[in-house]
């Protein structure tokens, strides 16, 4: 079966740069895109960040341009969410997304990622 965990979440100052890290298993010898989401209590959850599968294609929300960067390293079936100048808005449990693609340059909408992680809390103090 299908397993992502994240990992890296923690306490940040404001300004400060954290990096998260999702780990996925059961996706072997398949295509698959990934993507970050967060979601804070009282809130819908929220897109962040994707990546495709070879690299090729990024996307961001735009609260989150030119802070953070998403990245993979299909090797380690690992993707990656660094964040720098990092602000209290940031604040939240950031979830870990994948799902299958045929196109190795495909970037899924939102509402197409069949599999999630648990989360990881970010918290950023002000």
């Known amino acids: 079966q299908v397993q992502l965990v994240e990992s890296g979440g923690g306490l940040v100052q404001a300004g400060g740069s954290l990096r998260v890290s999702c780990a996925a298993s059961?996706?072997?010898?398949?295509?698959?895109?990934m993507a970050w989401f967060r979601q804070t209590p009282g809130k819908e959850r929220e897109f962040v960040a994707a990546?495709?599968?070879?690299?090729?294609?990024?996307n961001y929300a735009d609260s989150v341009k030119g802070r953070f960067t998403i990245s993979r390293d299909n090797a380690k079936n690992t993707e990656y969410l660094q964040m720098n100048r990092l602000k209290p808005e940031d604040t939240a449990v950031y979830y870990c997304?994948?799902?299958?693609?045929?196109?190795?340059?495909?970037?899924?909408?939102?509402?197409?990622?069949?599999?999630w992680g648990q989360g990881t809390q970010v918290t950023v103090s002000s």
């Open positions: 997304a994948a799902t299958r693609v045929y196109n190795s340059d495909y970037l899924p909408r939102e509402n197409e990622y069949a599999y």
């Open positions: 059961g996706l072997t010898s398949s295509r698959y895109a």
């Open positions: 990546i495709s599968w070879s690299s090729g294609n990024t």
